[in-house]
């Protein structure tokens, strides 16, 4: 599991590698039954049906971390003098909200809450990118062999969900899901979509206006993926180079004592720096959720 006992490649490959639970596919010596896949080719053959277990452990593990010390923040708020949770929670809780009414401008109470989720879950998602590549997967590797009697070579343990698209793509696809659905709640099926073929091209002819729904429901379909695409593939884009970087500069280490205290400061560096990245993509999806969704509440008139 070391750098020391693997090429660099083998390394990274290691590092960027899910565990992964599936249905070993025709040809295998396990061919019907459900297990681990042991390498990336094993994983890209169960299909789409494969589970990465990491990720999903990682995201529930957190999504559950946030909602234990808010709910505790919530059942001990006092109107007294507040203590250190009570006031970080209330400083997000108002940050979310107050973001919701610069660029909500309809009326839903889920909105905020949704908001607050959204950015709370995804920062402790975004989070775990801070801790030290090696330190979870070698204990995730010793577990497995010593318990489970696993080549430790092929337990695999990615630890931040958010270099894996699977799961950004799955809370874009939720925000999208959403979106659609206040769309139709809020416009009605037939508003909805004079909203897909009316716009952005218009005409009193009633015979140019036919002309101007295909090309209009194109150019607003298009717009319409772009927005689960933009939200997924911007937080996966920039988590998975912030772990490439962290990775690559792990490999420092066995290069030499030198080499190891430049890589040192390099990864320190690199870490604050990186707070920052975190914290931003958290505030993106958040906000841009909350566009869509103030989208979505937009009627007609308001084109």
């Given at each position: 599991?070391?750098?020391?006992?693997?090429?660099?490649?083998?390394?990274?490959?290691?590092?960027?590698?899910?565990?992964?639970?599936?249905?070993?596919?025709?040809?295998?010596?396990?061919?019907?039954?459900?297990?681990?896949?042991?390498?990336?080719?094993?994983?890209?053959?169960?299909?789409?049906?494969?589970?990465?277990?990491?990720?999903?452990?990682?995201?529930?593990?957190?999504?559950?971390?946030?909602?234990?010390?808010?709910?505790?923040?919530?059942?001990?708020?006092?109107?007294?003098?507040?203590?250190?949770?009570?006031?970080?929670?209330?400083?997000?809780?108002?940050?979310?909200?107050?973001?919701?009414?610069?660029?909500?401008?309809?009326?839903?109470?889920?909105i905020a809450p949704m908001a607050l989720t959204i950015f709370v879950w995804v920062f402790l998602i975004n989070f775990m990118d801070l801790i030290p590549v090696d330190w979870l997967p070698r204990m995730a590797a010793w577990i497995g062999h010593h318990v489970f009697g696993a080549d430790p070579h092929h337990v695999f343990f990615r630890v931040v969900p958010s270099t894996d698209p699977n799961a950004t793509f799955g809370m874009a696809l939720a925000v999208f899901a959403l979106t659609i659905f206040y769309s139709?709640?809020?416009?009605?099926?037939?508003?909805?979509?004079?909203?897909?073929?009316?716009?952005?091209?218009?005409?009193?002819?009633?015979?140019?206006?036919?002309?101007?729904?295909?090309?209009?429901?194109?150019?607003?379909?298009?717009?319409?993926?772009?927005?689960?695409?933009?939200?997924?593939?911007?937080?996966?884009?920039?988590?998975?180079?912030?772990?490439?970087?962290?990775?690559?500069?792990?490999?420092?280490?066995?290069?030499?004592?030198?080499?190891?205290?430049?890589?040192?400061?390099?990864?320190?560096?690199?870490?604050?720096?990186?707070?920052?990245?975190?914290?931003?993509?958290?505030?993106?999806?958040?906000?841009?959720?909350?566009?869509?969704?103030?989208?979505?509440?937009?009627?007609?008139?308001?084109?």
């Open positions: 599991m070391s750098a020391e006992a693997q090429t660099a490649g083998e390394y990274i490959k290691h590092h960027l590698q899910n565990l992964t639970w599936g249905r070993f596919a025709d040809g295998h010596e396990h061919a019907g039954h459900w297990g681990f896949a042991h390498n990336a080719d094993e994983a890209r053959e169960m299909g789409f049906m494969a589970i990465n277990v990491d990720t999903m452990f990682w995201s529930i593990a957190l999504g559950v971390l946030f909602l234990y010390f808010f709910n505790k923040a919530a059942k001990s708020a006092t109107t007294g003098v507040p203590g250190g949770l009570q006031n970080f929670v209330e400083w997000v809780v108002e940050f979310a909200d107050n973001s919701v009414k610069g660029a909500f401008s309809g009326r839903n109470a889920f139709f709640k809020k416009k009605g099926p037939v508003g909805y979509v004079s909203e897909l073929t009316l716009h952005p091209f218009s005409s009193s002819n009633k015979l140019l206006q036919l002309v101007f729904i295909p090309i209009n429901f194109v150019l607003e379909f298009v717009s319409l993926l772009a927005k689960p695409l933009s939200l997924s593939l911007r937080l996966y884009g920039n988590m998975f180079a912030g772990e490439m970087i962290f990775i690559l500069i792990a490999l420092m280490y066995g290069g030499g004592w030198a080499l190891g205290i430049f890589g040192g400061f390099l990864q320190m560096g690199w870490a604050i720096f990186h707070i920052l990245i975190i914290t931003l993509q958290a505030y993106i999806f958040m906000v841009l959720t909350i566009v869509y969704m103030d989208l979505a509440y937009q009627t007609d008139e308001d084109h």
